[in-house]
């Protein structure tokens, strides 16, 4: 099993950037795949990007692309999730989870956070 925690969140301006983190606790971490989720308010939750358990590979979705960076230091246990160009839109809560292998489905993960706040002004 896995535990997670993100943080890094908060309040920023349209065009900032923000790097919420995902710290995991647990020996097999390096192991797992660590995908990122969002939701709104009022929305269902929306695949961010994941990446392998090597780091080896990375995907962002269509959407971010460009934008949004993931990356892990398995030393740290530690899984960070870069966000630059900041909209409006991007308000959400941000989630990150655990799974055997990579995917965009929020039902392939096993172990969640809590999620960590990010709110972008106009």
């Known amino acids: 099993q896995v535990q997670l925690v993100e943080s890094g969140g908060g309040l920023v301006q349209a065009g900032d950037s923000l790097t919420p983190s995902c710290e995991a606790s647990g020996r097999t971490f390096g192991s797992y795949a660590v995908g990122w989720f969002r939701r709104a308010p009022g929305k269902e939750r929306e695949f961010v990007a994941n990446?392998?358990?090597?780091?080896?590979?990375?995907y962002v979705t269509g959407s971010l692309k460009g934008r949004v960076t993931i990356s892990r230091d398995n030393a740290k246990n530690t899984v960070y999730l870069r966000m630059n160009s900041l909209k409006p839109e991007d308000t959400a809560v941000y989630y990150c989870?655990?799974?055997?292998?990579?995917?965009?489905?929020?039902?392939?993960?096993?172990?969640w956070g809590q999620g960590t706040q990010v709110s972008v002004s106009s």
């Open positions: 990446i392998s358990p090597s780091s080896a590979t990375t």
């Open positions: 989870a655990t799974g055997r292998s990579r995917s965009s489905a929020w039902n392939q993960y096993n172990y």
